[in-house]
């Protein structure tokens, strides 16, 4: 059975930031629709803001998890025995790798929002992709699960 220390599960949730914006947007889809009458701007802003928040949740979704000797991350889902190296990140060496020195080949999970990250290895000859750039908020941590393999 696998240990505490062999799994991972993140969720890239969006920043409290984006909620904000999400109740300014239904606040302007009210005024739009305000000259019309009070119903029909509340009516606006409801549904402006519930369209705006599953928008939100939808792009926050997203997740890397390890676990059942697979790596899933987004849509990609790839056997440990398939992966490589994995490096943790700071902030810096992510911007670098996602900008200067990505390479188009590579698979990214990027979310902008969250500033560090892992590169992992494909080791796979039939696989074209050279790398795995995964956004996470806690590179040590799946590094530590990736290398624990």
């Known amino acids: 059975m696998a240990g505490k220390d062999s799994t991972y599960d993140e969720r890239l949730t969006a920043p409290a930031g984006w909620w904000a914006v999400t109740a300014m947007a239904g606040v302007m889809g009210g005024l739009i629709f305000l000259r019309v009458s009070p119903a029909a701007a509340l009516a606006a802003a409801l549904v ?15 997740g890397v998890r390890v676990q ?7 849509p990609a889902r790839l056997p440990l025995t ?11 060496a992510a911007r670098r790798l996602r900008t200067t020195e990505a390479d188009a080949r590579a698979f ?6 969250v500033s560090t990250a892992v590169r ?15 956004s996470t908020r806690r590179p040590d941590k799946l590094v530590k699960v990736l290398s624990a393999r």
């Open 120 to 134: 992992v290895d494909v080791l796979d000859p039939e696989d074209p992709t050279p790398y795995l750039y995964l």
């Open 82 to 92: 398939a992966l490589g190296a994995a490096t943790a990140l700071d902030a810096e």
């Open 48 to 62: 402006t803001a519930v369209l705006c928040g599953a928008l939100v949740v939808a792009y926050g979704r997203v």
């Open 108 to 113: 990214m999970l990027l979310r902008g929002y």
């Open 68 to 74: 059942d000797g697979y790596l899933e991350a987004g």
